[in-house]
């Protein structure tokens, strides 16, 4: 019982060895403070059309139910973290029902693609990817989150475009399957004005 002890600490103490020894020179914290960023993407500008504070209203319907919920709200948008994320602030009223949102945007350079999240205070959350389509000038969004209010696994896709520069017009759909098969369980769509 004692031999093996020994035996595994031996291993163990080899294999804290063999792998320190395996990562390669180590920086010191002088090193750390001389590194630059790098140069902030250049994909990130074509996001500066969403900066502003944006006015609109929005249509949502859910699954089984014939009638659609209509709803207003104030999105402000603009650039933090030295201008490499977008970030939003949404307020809005449906009914007599108050929400908010933070959502955020970056720019992923390995995928070649922009990551978005986003998180409502009913605590849904979700995350995300965006391309831009340059042919019919309208972004096309993807991804999977979880609706703390039906308590599932969420997926959805959506489009957003500028019909003018002060204008945007977008639609969600969203599944409870990774498939997206059959009825949505909830459609939205809005418009928005800049003010």
Known sequence: MVRTRISCLGCLAFLAFALG???GPQKDMGDMQSMEPPPRP???DRLEAFVGRWEGTMEMKMAGSPESMKATGVNKVGWACDGRYLMENMEG??????FVGIGMWGWDAKNNRYHIWWFESSGDASEGWA???EADKSWHHEGSGHSAMVGKLTYFTGSTR?????TMEWSWKIWDNSW???EPIMEMSGTQRRK
């Open 162 to 166: 500028f019909p003018d520069a002060n």
């Open 21 to 23: 020894g395996c990562g």
């Open 180 to 182: 997206k098969w059959g």
């Open 93 to 98: 009223q449906m009914g007599d029902d108050k």
């Open 42 to 44: 250049k994909q990130l």
């Open 131 to 133: 391309t831009y389509n």
